[in-house]
């Protein structure tokens, strides 16, 4: 179905937090914490604004909105809403809206709590830009924009070295692979010539008919690999929970670590179902999987176990978008909703936890469920969502991809397992943050532990009433948010219909009670198994976080060790450096390409003009054979007046009288200057390093000869001559073509020339007056008498 055009409004949707995030400072100031409530406002407007969408994507219906943005290189800011997008947009909305409020509560009395609440609005609008744009090159500034603002709220608190290695470990792993994203990207448009991501998906097979499916395959992955954090790169989202609660509640449950899942789906009808598409995926999602949830079990840190079950819960997303099973896709859709309301409501029960009790580790609470009573209940119905427990939403997510990894043919088996097996240790997980923390006996925190403000539980406990609302009317559910997200991924619509209960007993009914079984039983055994872990992490040792470390310390070392080569100090190896590396600029695209310009036919010259080459070879052979330096400099000044006369010959006597006065300063100037430098007055250097500066000095020559041939072998184009001859004397009032030229069309190019030779003056008068201040000397001699180096030799 072709996308139906629609106004700006959603554009302006889009960048809405981006004008909030200007604003919220300033409310911060005049409300403080309060400020939080008329925030809240602009995410609870984008909300609604998706939230008409519902009934027409629902329906199959696709939109399209553009504004021009950079037309000459057909970057346009565009946003494509379906079923997918929508889904997005209104979970970044919503959820957002909480965490508005939650960070309102949260740093109540912070002192750059503005700074925060923009920093927040800024992310918000970089992943709506993400997930609505329809063109590639403005959805990857959006990317790149999630990882900027992702790199400033994770090292909110930049006095803290932990926070400020975190942020720049984020900002690494996913700014690079966001630059490899735009590789990919780069190679769709070369090789579908389409830049729109709804052009794309109309010919869903375009980019697996071409030559560079592989590349293309690999580069998408490995932008989406790195953004949601799978194996091996895993290891930079749980050391991101060094930011505040309300930046891991909203970064785990409905914005970044999502991103790159939403960039798999978005592209599976155009990579997807493939054998490369169907092997990669699933394994590498396998194996984050287990090692998400074998992690969070040897943690005791609450908002570790949860980000490591993050990792986890990306890792069965991404293998069960990588089946590209229908029932299976279906289940990856309702565990990316189910994911989005629990893990959001838990990362604020421990945020709030910390706040009121003063402490995170679970072995150091209990009791806490008469102090806390609202918390306790949003964690514990939260929690069951986890587990997958009815009547739920998570329940029926669970239920939902077991008939797809069960019916899926090729690896269905063994994709199950893990599932079962990863399933059961989210289960530990959930009860071990719903149990461990609120029933036992009290125990004493470093805080006097009470319920929080309003501002604090609002969110946990919509988000989880809302995952058991979603459950109780699962077929609507279905209808409005799981069908057509579906139908974006599989490219056609599906309309699917939702059960809260099991009609039969079937597979899935029992893998569920299989899970339910294990995980039960692995969490009476925590302890035992989280010291059983630890312990073979220890034996191990070495892990991809210690290797970011290491790799960041070899570019570092490489970088010292380069700098050591080439900076040495001495103005010969720059020079051969600078001039070594723009020969081989000039020379070696033309020789890879086999686009070396021919030689032109030497024309017929008069005698005069002959004799004007003859001198410019005399000058050459001057320098070459040059005694001192100072006669070298005036030897190659006969080039530079031979150029002047080569002007004045072909009609150009002003260019020919500027390029005399500039050969003539320059000459006179370096002269001048050579004879107040202490330089010895002959060229030292071995007959092998002369020939090895030659080389490259002929092989500058050749290259610039070359592409200036090339340039003349072009075909002319002459508007611009017509241009400027057409309208300097109309518009500029000029006969000079070249003044006018200089002083009107380029008048501001020529302020800023004059502009910078004014700046260097200035610099130079002032080098030249500077006096250092006299100092008194050990000896009591005049600091102003120094002594020569015969007197020192003496």
């Given at each position: 179905?072709?996308?139906?055009?629609?106004?700006?409004?959603?554009l302006?949707?889009?960048?809405?937090p981006?004008?909030a995030?200007?604003?919220?400072?300033?409310?911060t100031?005049?409300?403080?914490?309060?400020?939080?409530?008329?925030?809240?406002?602009?995410?609870?407007?984008?909300?609604l604004?998706f939230?008409g969408?519902?009934?027409?994507?629902?329906?199959g219906?696709t939109?399209?909105?553009?504004?021009?943005?950079?037309?000459?290189?057909?970057?346009?800011?565009?946003?494509?809403v379906?079923?997918?997008?929508?889904?997005f947009?209104?979970?970044?909305?919503g959820?957002?809206?909480?965490i508005?409020?939650?960070?309102?509560?949260?740093l109540?009395?912070?002192?750059q709590?503005g700074?925060?609440?923009?920093?927040?609005?800024?992310?918000?609008?970089?992943?709506?830009?993400?997930v609505?744009?329809?063109n590639?090159?403005?959805?990857?500034?959006?990317?790149?924009?999630?990882?900027?603002?992702s790199?400033?709220?994770?090292?909110?608190?930049?006095?803290?070295?932990?926070?400020?290695?975190?942020?720049?470990?984020?900002l690494?792993?996913?700014?690079?692979?966001?630059?490899?994203?735009?590789?990919?990207?780069?190679?769709?448009?070369n090789?579908?010539?389409?830049?729109?991501m709804?052009?794309l998906l109309?010919?869903?097979?375009?980019?697996?008919?071409?030559?560079?499916?592989?590349?293309?395959?690999?580069?998408?992955?490995g932008?989406a690999?790195?953004?949601?954090?799978?194996?091996?790169?895993?290891?930079?989202?749980?050391?991101?929970?060094?930011?505040?609660?309300p930046?891991?509640?909203?970064?785990?449950?409905?914005?970044?670590?999502?991103?790159?899942?939403?960039?798999?789906?978005?592209?599976?009808?155009?990579?997807?179902?493939?054998?490369?598409?169907?092997?990669?995926?699933?394994?590498?999602g396998?194996?984050?999987?287990?090692?998400?949830?074998?992690?969070?079990?040897?943690?005791t840190?609450?908002?570790?176990?949860l980000?490591?079950?993050?990792?986890?819960s990306l890792?069965?997303?991404?293998?069960?978008t990588?089946?590209?099973?229908?029932k299976?896709l279906?289940?990856?859709?309702?565990?990316?909703?189910a994911?989005?309301?629990?893990?959001?409501a838990?990362?604020?029960?421990?945020?709030t936890?910390?706040?009121?009790?003063?402490?995170?580790?679970?072995?150091?609470?209990?009791?806490l469920?008469s102090a806390?009573p609202?918390?306790?209940?949003?964690?514990?119905?939260a929690?069951?969502?986890?587990?997958?427990?009815?009547?739920?939403?998570?329940?029926?997510?669970?239920e939902?991809?077991?008939?797809?990894?069960?019916g899926?043919?090729?690896?269905?088996?063994?994709i199950?397992v893990?599932?079962?097996?990863?399933?059961?240790l989210?289960?530990?997980?959930?009860?071990a943050?719903?149990?461990?923390?609120?029933?036992?006996?009290k125990?004493?925190?470093p805080?006097?532990?009470?319920e929080?403000?309003?501002?604090?539980f609002a969110?946990?406990?919509?988000?989880?009433?809302?995952?058991?609302?979603?459950?109780?009317?699962?077929?609507?559910?279905?209808?409005?948010?799981?069908?057509p997200?579906?139908?974006?991924?599989?490219?056609e619509?599906?309309?699917?219909?939702?059960?809260?209960?099991?009609?039969k007993?079937n597979?899935?009914?029992?893998?569920?009670?299989?899970?339910?079984g294990?995980?039960?039983?692995?969490?009476?055994?925590?302890d035992?198994l989280?010291?059983?872990?630890a312990?073979?992490l220890a034996?191990?040792?070495?892990?991809p976080?210690k290797?970011?470390?290491q790799f960041v310390?070899?570019?570092?070392?490489?970088?010292?060790?380069?700098?050591?080569?080439?900076q040495?100090?001495?103005?010969?190896?720059?020079?051969?450096?600078?001039?070594?590396?723009t020969?081989?600029?000039?020379?070696?695209?033309?020789?890879?390409?086999?686009s070396?310009?021919?030689?032109?036919?030497?024309?017929?010259?008069?005698?005069?003009?002959?004799?004007?080459?003859?001198?410019?070879?005399?000058?050459?052979?001057?320098?070459?054979?040059?005694?001192?330096?100072?006669?070298?400099?005036v030897?190659?000044?006969?080039?530079?007046?031979?150029?002047?006369?080569?002007?004045?010959?072909?009609?150009?006597?002003?260019?020919?009288?500027?390029?005399?006065?500039?050969?003539?300063l320059?000459?006179?100037?370096?002269?001048?200057v050579?004879?107040?430098?202490?330089?010895?007055?002959?060229?030292?250097?071995?007959a092998p390093?002369?020939?090895?500066?030659?080389?490259?000095a002929?092989?500058?020559g050749?290259g610039?000869t070359?592409?200036?041939?090339?340039?003349?072998?072009?075909?002319?184009d002459?508007?611009?001559?017509?241009?400027?001859?057409?309208?300097?004397?109309?518009?500029?009032?000029?006969?000079?073509i070249?003044?006018?030229?200089?002083?009107?069309?380029?008048?501001v190019?020529?302020?800023?020339?004059?502009?910078?030779v004014?700046l260097a003056g200035l610099?130079?008068?002032?080098?030249?007056?500077?006096r250092?201040?006299p100092?008194?000397?050990?000896?009591?001699?005049?600091?102003?008498?120094?002594?020569?180096?015969?007197?020192?030799?003496r």
């Amino acid at each position: 179905m072709t996308p139906a055009a629609i106004d700006d409004t959603t554009l302006y949707a889009v960048l809405a937090p981006f004008a909030a995030a200007v604003v919220a400072p300033i409310l911060t100031r005049w409300f403080k914490h309060n400020a939080a409530w008329p925030l809240a406002i602009v995410p609870g407007m984008i909300f609604l604004h998706f939230a008409g969408f519902i009934g027409p994507v629902s329906e199959g219906q696709t939109f399209v909105a553009s504004m021009a943005w950079a037309p000459s290189y057909g970057v346009n800011f565009s946003v494509y809403v379906d079923g997918l997008s929508t889904l997005f947009a209104l979970l970044i909305s919503g959820i957002g809206t909480f965490i508005i409020l939650y960070a309102g509560g949260y740093l109540k009395g912070h002192p750059q709590q503005g700074r925060f609440f923009s920093f927040l609005f800024m992310f918000m609008g970089a992943m709506l830009g993400l997930v609505l744009c329809n063109n590639l090159i403005s959805l990857f500034i959006f990317w790149e924009l999630t990882s900027i603002t992702s790199f400033l709220l994770i090292g909110f608190d930049h006095l803290r070295a932990a926070s400020r290695r975190a942020a720049v470990q984020a900002l690494v792993v996913t700014g690079g692979g966001g630059l490899v994203l735009l590789a990919g990207f780069i190679l769709i448009i070369n090789a579908t010539g389409e830049i729109e991501m709804s052009v794309l998906l109309s010919s869903p097979d375009i980019i697996k008919d071409s030559g560079l499916y592989v590349p293309i395959f690999l580069l998408v992955l490995g932008g989406a690999f790195t953004k949601s954090a799978q194996f091996p790169f895993h290891f930079w989202l749980p050391n991101a929970m060094e930011a505040p609660t309300p930046v891991s509640a909203y970064l785990h449950s409905a914005t970044m670590v999502k991103a790159g899942v939403y960039l798999l789906m978005r592209v599976h009808p155009l990579l997807g179902d493939t054998a490369l598409w169907t092997t990669v995926l699933p394994l590498f999602g396998g194996i984050t999987l287990l090692v998400g949830t074998i992690l969070a079990v040897r943690m005791t840190d609450l908002k570790l176990m949860l980000a490591y079950t993050t990792v986890a819960s990306l890792g069965l997303l991404v293998m069960l978008t990588g089946t590209s099973h229908e029932k299976a896709l279906e289940g990856a859709v309702l565990y990316l909703l189910a994911h989005s309301l629990f893990k959001g409501a838990l990362f604020m029960v421990a945020g709030t936890i910390d706040h009121e009790a003063g402490t995170r580790d679970i072995t150091k609470l209990g009791g806490l469920r008469s102090a806390m009573p609202i918390t306790f209940v949003a964690a514990c119905l939260a929690a069951l969502s986890m587990a997958g427990l009815p009547p739920f939403i998570g329940f029926i997510a669970k239920e939902v991809l077991y008939y797809g990894t069960w019916g899926w043919l090729e690896l269905g088996l063994p994709i199950t397992v893990t599932a079962v097996i990863g399933n059961s240790l989210m289960l530990v997980i959930a009860a071990a943050v719903a149990i461990k923390p609120f029933f036992g006996p009290k125990v004493d925190t470093p805080k006097h532990a009470h319920e929080g403000p309003i501002l604090l539980f609002a969110g946990p406990v919509f988000l989880s009433v809302t995952g058991l609302g979603l459950a109780l009317i699962a077929h609507t559910t279905g209808v409005l948010f799981v069908g057509p997200t579906l139908s974006s991924l599989l490219g056609e619509f599906k309309s699917i219909d939702l059960h809260l209960w099991p009609t039969k007993i079937n597979a899935p009914l029992i893998l569920s009670v299989i899970t339910i079984g294990l995980g039960i039983a692995l969490f009476t055994q925590l302890d035992r198994l989280r010291s059983f872990i630890a312990s073979v992490l220890a034996a191990i040792g070495w892990g991809p976080d210690k290797g970011f470390d290491q790799f960041v310390s070899g570019i570092v070392g490489l970088s010292a060790w380069i700098t050591r080569r080439l900076q040495t100090g001495k103005m010969h190896t720059y020079m051969m450096l600078t001039f070594g590396f723009t020969a081989l600029a000039v020379l070696l695209p033309g020789y890879l390409t086999n686009s070396l310009p021919a030689m032109p036919k030497m024309p017929e010259y008069r005698f005069y003009e002959w004799g004007i080459f003859f001198i410019a070879i005399l000058g050459l052979i001057a320098v070459l054979i040059a005694k001192t330096r100072l006669t070298a400099i005036v030897s190659l000044g006969i080039q530079g007046f031979a150029v002047a006369l080569i002007f004045m010959m072909f009609g150009a006597p002003d260019l020919s009288f500027t390029q005399f006065m500039v050969e003539t300063l320059s000459v006179v100037i370096l002269a001048l200057v050579m004879t107040r430098l202490n330089l010895s007055p002959r060229d030292h250097r071995t007959a092998p390093a002369a020939l090895g500066t030659g080389v490259i000095a002929a092989a500058v020559g050749l290259g610039l000869t070359l592409t200036l041939l090339a340039i003349t072998q072009q075909p002319f184009d002459s508007r611009l001559s017509e241009f400027f001859t057409e309208y300097s004397r109309s518009i500029a009032h000029g006969r000079n073509i070249v003044n006018v030229i200089l002083v009107d069309f380029r008048g501001v190019d020529t302020l800023g020339e004059i502009a910078v030779v004014v700046l260097a003056g200035l610099c130079v008068l002032a080098l030249i007056r500077v006096r250092t201040k006299p100092e008194a000397t050990s000896d009591g001699s005049d600091p102003d008498v120094v002594p020569t180096r015969k007197a020192e030799a003496r």
